[in-house]
């Protein structure tokens, strides 16, 4: 009769890691469908390429690094941070720029840091910025939505677009930029038109924004509003990093709104285009990066938050999602530091 | 706004932070009332006190009846163990303990005779007892705390300050264990006796019996017993607080309660709070009116892997192998045996360990029930520990440092308010046993904190040595230096007297040259003083410096005594004169180029005297007296030893005498 010896607690939850991510990896799906339903099948093949190399990459350094291989993929993480990194960049980019971004991501953003819960930065969007700056026309080029287009990107279309099957590349990708399957995101013609000298209702007329923010951005960002309270509901994220992300862009926004309604964006486009629900429910909530206490948490939302307003305002990109995620996962650390919660028993004056 | 006093009447509840719900699993053993089992046949009692506070009060073959004190001690925590049933002491040795570690200590092993005859009971009534009568029963009786720590109850029953509120703890908030709920639905007139014992002797202003909304029958029994008690109606409450673990931790409670915080690294008897269980109420009952030691308590054997799960009256001592036995135990392979609860107990290595006064609960689960413990995974800074903290420590915070064996820094961020109540561990989802790396950083800082104290005791020891060795040091200069003294002392006087042998000599000379004064009467010694003194000098080195040094002194002294008594020039002459009759006994050229320039200085200052206003030339004088004397004297020192007479230096001396002789003439005259 061996007896086990263990240490208490005996008992644990159910809700394990991989359970976790497999979840955030569901909740994706709403938004995943309706970016498809808009832009095409680009983004399935991007996330099915994204998908295996990260597989690939991450089992190859755990074999390099002597570790358990299936053990560190049973965790998907890095599905998660594949899934996330194919639904941000463009679907009809050309394959080598995924895979570029999903190796990036997975072995030096993640894994030369030490693997899962070691990382500063954020892989998905580590390698999302590096794509920007390093192939920024490709990474700019969307897809025009469906409903706006008469040469839609169908299969055929997506699988020359993105692997380069007739001819040259760059051929193909401007040609299909020239016909109109490609364009600007709301955002990004939004920003071009304000610097022009044009004001936000004129910009607005155009068909990109159907009256709105933007034909299929909305609908794609509220689906991943949907994935997001359902995480929220089942507690693979809490509400802080979330709330206080969409309450400061919100705020932010209205003020400057408020102020002058021809020059600054109105704060619904600012939360229901580009990445921004993306970005508040899937990809700051990323916990390894995030600060980790509740109050830390608020304030590394809001700081998101207030990045994002402030470089899709005043700096040089149009979406700026990845350079407020990246610029606070430096501060965590910092934040943590600071935000400590009073233990039990250390009550001042007690 | 409400008093507390009001607030606790009211049963207000306030938030304890964290906290996690587990299945609760009580139905488990709480179905049926508390059973015996057959009297076991061995009984394993440690008695760990002994060698520290206590003494052994039985030998090996001894017999001994239930109840009989196995122990005997002083001090103040300590607590006598008795014999649980009649028999026979067959071994006093090293036995396994029912402890995380299982290491062993000294047990006594008692063979059951099958009597189980008491051994004589004094009962008695509370009115007939003074407070200390009753703390003393409650003490030999050797109740310790029942809900798992087992602090000696009579110390918590006598605190230093005043206390308030009596907080009865009947939450019994881990899973499984159900041992307070059917205690407290079957003897709740007990309890209530034992409370009552409780109330007299800290006379608070308010009791309350906390119980958990899932144990409502006991709740319903307590509040009727309450009802049926002698104790105030208006100062004893049931206050029924939600399930959530940990509440039943002291501090939880006392946070639940009265939305106090114990202050880290105090008491709650500091609030003017103490905590007791319900099953420590029934014993200190049991123990003050029929004088029954604590030899038996309430166990709750659990779990899918035994047959009869319930509670059981289980003797102190009864081996876990023995309990289960009677329960049809049927164990899997690799079956975790766990002593209290699936949150904070312990697995055990050995069944063949004794129940304690604190095991409240045996829990047997199958793997079905507690999966085998799962590998730990990369902890992803999900906060969730954090979340559920009670103590609202930053879990990943103290994980992070203690993995790297950072124990300072985890103990910066809180460490040693852990409770170990597990939740954090509970909720990972990296399956990380946080617990166990904070009990591993616990006890390393336990030991760096003892090794502390002991490199400091070294360090004491160490410098008392120093000290002792200084002082005697100090001790022998002391009296060598007295016995310098000593010496330096007659030296002196001798000293003295060749300094006014030469001071009656100079006197002389000056009687002669000015023919007026007559010679001193101290002119007849100098001749018989000056040698003994230049005895003494040859002697010692050290005895010869001091007795230069005591010579310049007396120089000095002369020479004032002189100036009060002659004019200036006179001055001058005696301090021309003491460095010749220094090289009266050299050989030494330096010192005679020395004595030159002494001489040369000395008349000049005599001309110098003469001129210039009195005070001020008398401060030069001495301060080149004093400066010139000082190398001729250490000069003398180096060849005292061989006193010569030099014919060379005789003469200067001779020469020398005789110019200050007229130096000194010359200025008299012109002084006159
Ligand atoms: S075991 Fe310690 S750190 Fe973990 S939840 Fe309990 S008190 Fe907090
Ligand atoms: S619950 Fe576990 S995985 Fe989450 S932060 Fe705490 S230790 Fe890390």
Known sequence: MAFKIASSPHVSTTLHTNTVMKRVALC????????????????????????????????????LRNRNITATLKDNSALVTASLLAVAIPPLAPWWLIVIGTLFAIVIVKQLYGGLGNNVFNPAMAAYVLLLISFPVQMTSWVA????????????????????????YAADFFHLAIDGTTMATPLDTLKTDLSMGLTTTESMTKTIFSGSVGEGWFWVNMAYLVGGLVMLKLKVIRWHISGAIVLTLFVCASIGFLISPDTFVSPIMHLFSGGTMLAAFFIATDPVTAATSPRGRLIFGAMIGLLIYLIRTFGGYPDAVAFAVLLANMCAPFIDYYVRPRSYGHRVGN | MLTLLEQLDKGTLWRSPGGIHPPELKSLSNQSTIASLPLQSRFVIPVPLVGQQATLSVKVGDSVLKGQPLTEGAGFIYLPVHAPTSGTVVAIEQHGSNHASSLPVLSCIIEADGLDTWCELTSSKIEQLSKADILAKIKQAGIAGMGGAAFPSHVKLNPASEIDLVIINGVECEPYISADDRLMREFSDEILTGISIIHHLLNPQRIIIAIEDNKPEAARAIESAIRRSSLPNDMIRVTVIPTKYPSGGEKQLIQIITGKEVPSGAIPAQLGIVVHNVGTAYAIQEAVLQGKPLIERVVTLTGESIGKPGNYWLRIGTTVEDALSQVSFQPESSQKVIVGGPMMGFALADLNVPILKGTNCLLTPSQAEIAPDPDEKACIRCGECAVACPALLLPQQLFWHAKAEEYDKAASFNLKDCIECGCCSYVCPSDIPLVEYYRVAKSALKNAAEEKLQAEQAKIRFETRLQRLEDEKNAREEKSKQAAAKRQANMKSGDKDAVAAAMARIAAKKAQAAEGITADPAATTPDTTTTKAAIDATSAKKTAVNAAIERAKAKKAALATQSQKDNQSDVATVTTDMPVDTIDRANDKKAQIAAAIARAKAKKAALASDSSATNDVDGVQTRDTVNEVNPAIEMDTTIAAIPVDDKKARIAAAVAKAKAKKLANSAKQEEL
């Open chain 1, 28 to 63: 994706l799906i709403p938004g995943i469908a309706v970016q498809s339903y808009y832009f095409g099948y680009g983004t399935l093949v991007q996330l099915l390429l994204a998908i295996t190399v990260a597989y690939l990459a991450e089992a190859a350094v755990m074999k």
């Open chain 1, 145 to 168: 939505p469906q409903t706006l287009t008469v040469n839609y990107a169908d299969m055929l279309h997506t699988f020359n677009s993105i692997f380069q099957l007739n001819a040259g």
